[in-house]
């Protein structure tokens, strides 16, 4: 090995073992892990644009409320995106990043959500409206969930 490469491949080695333990130091599984956030991300049929997308951010049990978690998400929705009607199991608070967010909950109003607003979503409310309010511009939204352990976090609806 070239005397210039080997600082390189030590620092790759480095990274990889570091890797590794934290791996095996985290507290979800692989698979666990997919568990979480498969049912949020939304198939072909549930999206409005190929740009859409969720991106897990956290998860972890609350330590003082047994038997739940908080999960946090990032949503992407490009332009015209959306989301088709659904149900989130327990609590979801959602805080607007970029863009434009339009949401209805059944039995309300479709309101239109600017960066720096947020709404929440109680658990069981069937979520009616979820989209980029532009047809030009992309839009994101964290949310937060609080949702029995192990739980669907979201279940599409007919």
Do not use: W
């Amino acid at each position: 090995m070239r005397p210039a490469a080997r600082p390189v491949s030590l620092s790759v080695i480095a990274g990889l073992a570091c890797a590794l333990a934290v791996a095996e130091a985290l507290p979800l599984r692989m698979d666990a892990v997919l568990g979480v956030v498969t049912p949020l991300c939304a198939d072909s049929a549930a999206a409005g644009s190929p740009l859409d997308k969720v991106e897990l951010i956290a998860s972890h049990p609350l330590p003082n409320v047994p038997g739940k978690r908080v999960t946090i998400v990032r949503v992407f929705y490009g332009p015209g995106g959306f989301t088709r009607a659904h149900r989130h199991a327990g609590s979801v608070t959602a805080y607007v990043t970029k863009g434009e967010i339009r949401s209805q909950l059944a039995g309300g109003p479709i309101e239109t959500f600017k960066v720096g607003q947020s709404f929440f979503e109680p658990p069981g409310s069937t979520h009616l409206v979820s989209a980029n309010a532009s047809n030009t511009e992309p839009a994101e939204l964290i949310a937060v969930f609080v949702a029995d352990e192990g739980a669907q976090l979201t279940t599409f609806l007919d």
